[in-house]
């Protein structure tokens, strides 16, 4: 085996789909690869002496390999969350930020999913920015529908705030709202959206191993967290032809452009995101603008195959830095 990836999580999020959709792709690059660790099936190693890079995937994987593997392997860390993320308590954020920096020492290269993961100064010369990516699902810009059919696509959490699309739901009589996802918040979101009259209009679907059918019958996306790095929810969306109402959090605004391919929002008010869907509603030559835009950002910038490209880039440089081939 040449590559060995790590990655230690309870629940299924973006930097699990990372690893999904690059395993897929590495099949068929003919790269050999193994897996430990969780949520995901492991794929055996074979024999320890053909792994030539160890691969770190979150801070988790990084900081349980410390000692076994940083002082005599080629290692990469992937970062995917952003390092500014303001959830937890202080003190945490502080200790996290010290691993980080300390840990980064001693690994031969860190990828970062966008250029707002973390600051150059954590790693100097070791970062390298490659996107997330995405197979594209069509060429063609979609037309807007009749009734609108909103979609987020996340855990039901405080994070991701779903409760301000459903605010904002009472705003915009002319449209339906799909949550897939499960999490803490359901219930109470739920017993929101009947206080507020909306219910009728949500379709709660749960969570779901493959969202594909919920992005083929979506008209927007909405992408509305407090924080994010690189959310792979945008360019799935996107990679349909949905465009994407978002708030300017993380890594999004590298890849939703405002009334290019998608729109940016100012905050976090239910009135500002019931206009901003308004002005697409009343425009469907600006939808189908945005429609098309959007399937040529993931075309030109954020395919799978420059996701991949990418990774293979940092692995060699690593190999050659180390001189093993």
């Known amino acids: ?154 855990a039901i959490n405080d994070n991701k705030n779903q409760k301000l699309a459903i605010e904002a739901l009472v705003h915009i009589k002319a449209a339906t709202l799909t949550l897939v996802g499960s999490g803490a918040d359901l219930e109470s979101l739920k017993s929101l959206a009947i206080d507020l009259g909306v219910s009728e209009r949500i379709h709660w679907a749960g969570f779901q191993n493959d969202p594909t059918q919920y992005y083929e019958q979506a008209d927007l996306l909405l992408m509305l967290s407090k924080n994010e790095a690189f959310p792979f929810v945008v360019l799935e969306a996107m990679a349909q032809g949905v465009p994407v109402v978002a708030v300017p959090v993380g890594g999004v605004p590298e890849a939703v452009q405002h009334l290019d391919n998608g729109l940016l929002l100012d905050g976090y008010q239910p009135e500002q995101l019931a206009l901003a869907i308004h002005k697409i509603q009343q425009d469907r030559a600006l939808y189908t603008t945005l429609s098309k835009n959007s399937i040529t950002t993931i075309k030109n910038k954020f395919s799978l195959e420059q996701m991949t490209q990418g990774f293979l880039t940092v692995v060699d440089q690593v190999l050659e830095k180390r001189g093993v081939k």
């Open 1 to 154: 085996m040449n590559i060995k990836f790590f990655n230690y999580s309870q629940v299924f999020g973006g930097q699990e789909n990372y690893l999904i959709q690059l395993f897929k792709s590495l099949d068929s690059h003919d790269v050999d690869y193994c897996f430990s660790g969780n949520p995901l099936t492991e794929i055996d190693g074979g024999k320890e002496s053909l792994i030539k890079v160890n691969v770190f995937n979150g801070n988790k994987a990084l900081y349980n390999n410390f000692i076994k593997y940083f002082f005599n392997n080629n290692c990469i860390y992937i970062q995917h969350s952003d390092i500014n993320d303001s959830q937890g308590p202080v003190y945490k954020k502080i200790i996290r930020k010290i691993l980080l920096y300390l840990c980064l020492k001693r690994v031969d290269a860190v990828i970062r999913v966008c250029n707002k993961c973390i600051p150059d100064k954590y790693a100097k010369g070791k970062i390298t920015t490659v996107y997330n990516g995405v197979e594209l699902k069509t060429e063609v810009p979609r037309e807007l529908s009749g009734k609108l059919n909103l979609l987020m696509v996340g």
